[in-house]
């Protein structure tokens, strides 16, 4: 019996609400998907790729991170296999592969790994929502259960997408840098998440899911017809 396959991105949504969770990923009820940048990111990120590998090639790096003391990641056959098949950890007691899927990876003292994501955004100002430290953090978690040695420092390369008067389209690029990235909290979460899953009984919703307060809402309105 092959194990079960848990990625970074159901992680999430299970920390965002354990219901949604159990009915997509236990029960195959997905939940609807909002647009957001990660609909523009998705087109985005393939070629930043292409442009950071060229970097690698070169051994360069772009002007962005000139200022900065660590360098991209030199193992591409390694960071292919991450890109592709993600960073995997198998949870023996769990029985459970739990992976995420990574952008590029950033080195320092050539040694210690930092995570390193791109993101696209519309607006005037990147925000960093939680969910996205919570990605960085992730993606360090699981590297560090592969044996590398990982710094708590998360890296985004964000892509200010926007027009002018003329309709002409501008870009603007720039490094934003989290640092205290908390990697040991995700050994007790991930036993939270396996016992949900495991779970035969319907789990409570986060107090706020919006998805979840509108399911109720249908079930209500037919018990009072």
Same mark, same amino acid.
């Given at each position: 019996?092959?194990?079960?396959?848990?990625?970074?991105?159901?992680?999430?949504?299970?920390?965002?609400?354990?219901?949604?969770?159990?009915?997509?990923?236990?029960?195959? /009820?997905?939940?609807?998907?909002?647009?957001?940048?990660?609909?523009?990111?998705?087109?985005?990120?393939p070629f930043l790729k292409k442009v950071f590998d060229e970097y690698?090639?070169?051994?360069?790096?772009?002007?962005?991170?000139?200022?900065?003391?660590?360098?991209?990641?030199?193992?591409?056959?390694?960071?292919? /296999?991450?890109?592709?098949?993600?960073?995997?950890?198998?949870?023996?007691?769990?029985?459970?592969?739990?992976?995420?899927?990574?952008?590029?990876?950033?080195?320092?003292?050539?040694?210690?790994? /930092?995570?390193?994501?791109?993101?696209?955004?519309?607006?005037?100002?990147?925000?960093?929502?939680?969910?996205?430290?919570?990605?960085?953090?992730?993606?360090?978690?699981?590297?560090?259960?592969?044996?590398?040695?990982?710094?708590?420092l998360g890296v985004f390369y964000v892509v200010r997408v926007d027009?002018?008067?003329?309709?002409?389209?501008?870009?603007?690029?720039?490094?934003?840098?989290?640092?205290?990235?908390?990697?040991?909290?995700?050994?007790?979460?991930?036993?939270?998440?396996?016992?949900?899953?495991?779970?035969?009984?319907?789990?409570?919703?986060?107090?706020?899911?919006?998805?979840?307060?509108?399911?109720?809402? /249908?079930?209500?309105?037919?018990?009072?017809?």
């Amino acid at each position: 019996m092959k194990p079960i396959k848990i990625s970074r991105s159901k992680i999430e949504l299970f920390l965002d609400c354990p219901r949604c969770f159990w009915l997509e990923v236990k029960k195959k /009820i997905k939940r609807p998907e909002k647009f957001t940048a990660t609909h523009l990111g998705n087109k985005y990120d393939p070629f930043l790729k292409k442009v950071f590998d060229e970097y690698r090639r070169q051994n360069k790096k772009p002007k962005e991170l000139e200022e900065f003391d660590f360098e991209l990641y030199k193992d591409y056959q390694k960071l292919e /296999i991450w890109r592709k098949k993600g960073v995997e950890y198998f949870h023996p007691e769990h029985k459970i592969i739990y992976y995420g899927e990574i952008d590029d990876l950033l080195i320092k003292e050539n040694k210690y790994l /930092i995570p390193f994501d791109f993101k696209t955004t519309l607006s005037k100002e990147f925000q960093v929502y939680e969910s996205y430290k919570r990605q960085l953090e992730i993606y360090g978690y699981l590297l560090k259960k592969q044996g590398e040695e990982v710094l708590n420092l998360g890296v985004f390369y964000v892509v200010r997408v926007d027009i002018n008067e003329n309709f002409e389209k501008i870009e603007e690029r720039k490094i934003v840098i989290l640092e205290n990235l908390n990697y040991e909290i995700y050994d007790e979460v991930l036993e939270k998440l396996k016992e949900t899953y495991f779970s035969l009984q319907e789990p409570e919703p986060s107090e706020n899911c919006p998805f979840c307060l509108r399911d109720f809402q /249908i079930k209500n309105l037919y018990k009072n017809e």
